[in-house]
């Protein structure tokens, strides 16, 4: 409709539809499809478990709220943010059952965590396609999406939930009062789960610095090849797989477990698709063009544009896939965006995955999953972790904007 309206041939509309479904899924269609595997294993497995649990020892009961929150953030980065929430939120609980402290005390770092390495961090989708559709090195994205999560972490975590705990006590619900403990002595251990959710991070960060350091032009064309996303992936995949029949499962089990993983790249990719879409009827109708003079005459940077038009979709729309698909296709058809350094561009990476974030209210899924979760009503889901949601993406669009002077 958009491409009707600006008086585009019919001609131009349909090569703008496959050029934006193609060249946008080509990029994307298998890292969603591998990193969905991947973080399906490493929940079976126990991994997140793993890692919960360990840190929660480290840190101590007093501490736990910022091992949720580092846990979280981990997690998030191969598991989606649902699965995340649904497996660890029962330590949240029976911490909060123990320590005799309101469930939000360790339930909001929780959610912050998982929301910031949902929305920052790859391989999780958001990032990803949003860097596709950029054309920005993914090495950029996870250094720069790092920095970002982790200040939005600890401003929307351990500080948010220390105010909230204070300000509402909710009880445990009833539900999961009773559940028994987690047996530890059946998890996989924590070196092993850190070490291969980081295989691909190490990996696409070591690609990325080998473009730029001549001293490792040596190594350049081996990391060129395990730092290419999708093989970093695959070798994770790899290791996952190793791990989980090292823990008992059979390859047949493993093979269903992958499989049913699947099923909601489907809709990912589909919204991705569209925002590919948008951005070439955007492009080949000229209207790239207006947008970015109009913007140009506002005076605002590329990667604040980025955040509020990507607020604007979230706020209206509820979902933040569909609004970094949305955001990341108007920005891309903007005029002059490839000449923009790949420090600037994952910054503007960045500054989407904030707006995204921001205002989660009555449309977004994850507003009623947590309200159901936690036992809150709609007042204090908005009280809580609509403000939360709003710290994450708003403290790392500060980061990224404070990262972007230097770019």
């Known amino acids: 409709s958009i491409g009707l309206l600006a008086g585009m041939p019919t001609k131009d509309i349909i090569a703008a539809v496959n050029d934006g479904i193609g060249n946008t899924l080509k990029g994307i269609a298998l890292l969603v499809g591998l990193g969905s595997m991947f973080g399906a294993i490493l929940e079976v497995s126990g991994g997140a478990q793993t890692i919960a649990v360990t840190m929660v020892k480290k840190f101590g009961d007093e501490k736990a709220a910022w091992a949720l929150g580092i846990t979280g953030l981990v997690i998030a980065m191969p598991v989606f943010f649902d699965a995340g929430l649904i497996i660890l939120i029962p330590l949240a609980f029976s911490l909060a059952k123990k320590t005799k402290r309101s469930s939000l005390h360790y339930v909001i770092p929780l959610l912050a965590g998982l929301a910031v390495g949902h929305a920052f961090i790859p391989p999780t989708p958001g990032p990803v396609l949003v860097a596709t559709m950029l054309n920005v090195d993914l090495g950029w994205v996870i250094l720069v999406g790092i920095f970002c999560g982790i200040f939005a972490m600890i401003v929307a975590g351990p500080v948010w939930g220390s105010i909230c705990g204070k300000k509402f006590y909710v009880p445990v619900p009833e539900s999961v009062a009773n559940q028994e403990e987690i047996d530890e002595s059946k998890l996989p251990s924590f070196g092993l789960i850190v070490g291969i959710i980081l295989i691909p991070l190490v990996l696409i960060i070591l690609d990325s610095i080998c473009g730029v350091v001549p001293a490792l032009a040596g190594v350049a064309p081996i990391f060129e090849f395990l730092g290419e996303p999708f093989v970093a992936l ?3 995949t790899l290791a996952a797989i190793g791990l989980g029949l090292r823990h008992g499962y059979t390859m047949k089990e493993l093979e269903k477990v992958m499989t049913k993983s699947l099923e909601p790249t489907g809709l990912i990719l589909l919204v991705t698709a569209c925002g590919g879409v948008l951005r070439y009827v955007l492009q080949y109708s000229g209207l790239g ?24 979709v979230r706020i209206s729309v509820g979902s933040a896939t569909v609004a970094m698909t949305m955001a ?29 974030t921001v205002c989660s209210h009555f449309n977004d899924s994850g507003f009623w999953l947590v309200r159901s979760l936690v036992g809150i009503d709609e007042k204090t889901t908005l009280k809580t972790w609509t403000i939360m949601e709003t710290l994450v993406g708003g403290t790392g669009f500060i980061v990224a904007l404070i990262i972007s002077f230097f770019a």
């Open 289 to 312: 063009d207006v947008i970015g003079n109009a913007v140009a005459s506002m005076n605002l940077p590329i990667v604040v544009l980025a955040f509020i038009i990507a607020v604007l």
């Open 328 to 356: 990341a296709g108007i920005v891309a058809a903007l005029p002059g965006i490839s000449e923009l350094s790949p420090l600037y561009l994952a910054c503007t990476v960045a500054a989407v995955a904030g707006g995204s």
């Open 234 to 236: 695959l070798i994770a």
